[in-house]
């Protein structure tokens, strides 16, 4: 799936833009479980290419003999310390292959099972909107009983339950599940990695291994790996063809919000117990007419550049026909934390604030905002000296 700006920016048009970095970490996992496999590939070669040059080496130390009945042969001898070792340097430390090897293995399906976790948080972000789960309990599983439980998410998105459905079917899939919660919770599987020599060959192959009373045979290693990283491809492409079809349906977005009308700050350099900032919106018909709850992400396109930032303002004040003419306010419903994690924060109306009261909270957070956030109109007032 080759995601691009044109999907990002419609996803800021359907006000769904936080689904856009689960979009981005999805392929990410996607690539990270390609480069795994790669890796593994190379790791296989060079131990191909150590044994053929051992091998080479091993001819040259034939020499001749005869038998007690006459008939002349060539013979070897191989000891102990003559078996070919192998290393890998890995930022300039020697590293068993083995070990590489195995570790490699796990995070392939370790990353591809992610991938479908990441493809929940899409459904979570960009789907289910303002009746969103939280982020901490989202996983392939749950979002899989989320829309097997509750009509509401069959009906408002067939498509993805029947993805959802086809996914959780899957051969492909459950295979990846299994290997994966084997290895990351239980123990290891015996794995195999020997490099043929004096005319053997070599052997990779997956282990066998019984989970949940159903058992998974040995598997040819790179037979597995590619049916596995072409599942993981397909199935991604799949999903972003479903997700466009159900996004474009606009549920759960109701007043969201990408901005707001800007951020005052007042400095009084005389008396600094008199500094005040509070971001804002500007009325829309009446207070009393405006939504009980309001949802906001702040995102800006800047010559042909992205912002999204989350919304660190603990209230949003509400203004009449000048920023100083407070009617009310916003107040949060949702701690975010610090966290690079984009949400759309939740806000409340505050049906008990008055206007002067609204300002004199907000003076004594004594708070003074960045000029450095290109998503906010920041109004900077100087009184004094």
Known sequence: MEYCEELQKDLIEHKIYSAWQFIEYTQENINIANYCVNIINKIIDKLEIKTDRWQEEMETRFYDDTLKNGTKVKRLSIKQEDLPTYEIRVAGEKIDPWFLFDKLLRDFFQYSMNAFDSMSQIINAGLLANKEKKVDTVDIQMMTKTFKTSAWCKTSFPEMYQWLKKVNE????????????????????????AMGILGSNNITKIGAFFRKNEQHDRVELDEQLKQTNQFMLDIWDEFISVFKEEYKKDKFIENRRHSITGVRQQICEDDPKQNLSYAYIKVEDNFDAMPEKIYLLLVKEDDNQIYGNESTFDNILVTGETNTDILGRYKNDQDIGDDNLLHYRTYVKDKSATGPQCLYEEQKKNITYSVMNPCVNLEIIKIGK
């Open 170 to 193: 899957s051969k492909d899939f459950k295979y990846i599940e299994a290997i994966n919660n084997r290895t990351k919770h239980t123990v290891n599987i015996a794995n195999k990695l």
